[in-house]
Nanobody, 116 residues
Framework: QVQLAESGGGLVQAGGSLRLSCAASGSISILYRMDWYRQAPGKQRELVAAITSGGSTNYADSVKGRFTISRDNAKNTVYLQMNSLKPEDTGVYYC??????????WGQGTQVTVSS
């Protein structure tokens, strides 16, 4: 079992930046893929960005050019640098990881609120 702990959220004005972190701990074998998701109030959770063990990345169209996902394999940590934030980026941000046992249980998430 892998535990996920997200941090770095907060309240920021539109146009501002935040950097989220997610540390994986526990029975870690190989972290094939590390993802960031978000869930806005009243909406379904959506994939924001993903990064493979080889460093390949992909992003939701809504965040391309503004968000950057990265990972530190030595620390089993994935980051999400969020720039030029918009009010529609508001939500709870979660990470998840795909290992040899599949995707893991969700963590608590971290709240991001962008004011206009």
């Amino acid at each position: 079992q892998v535990q996920l702990a997200e941090s770095g959220g907060g309240l920021v004005q539109a146009g501002g930046s935040l950097r989220l972190s997610c540390a994986a701990s526990g029975s870690i074998s190989i972290l094939y893929r590390m993802d960031w998701y978000r869930q806005a109030p009243g909406k379904q959770r959506e994939l924001v960005a993903a990064i493979t063990s080889g460093g390949s990345t992909n992003y939701a169209d809504s965040v391309k050019g503004r968000f950057t996902i990265s990972r530190d394999n030595a620390k089993n940590t994935v980051y999400l640098q969020m720039n030029s934030l918009k009010p529609e980026d508001t939500g709870v941000y979660y990470c998840n990881v795909f290992t040899t046992s599949g995707y893991q249980n969700w963590g608590q998430g971290t709240q991001v609120t962008v004011s206009s």
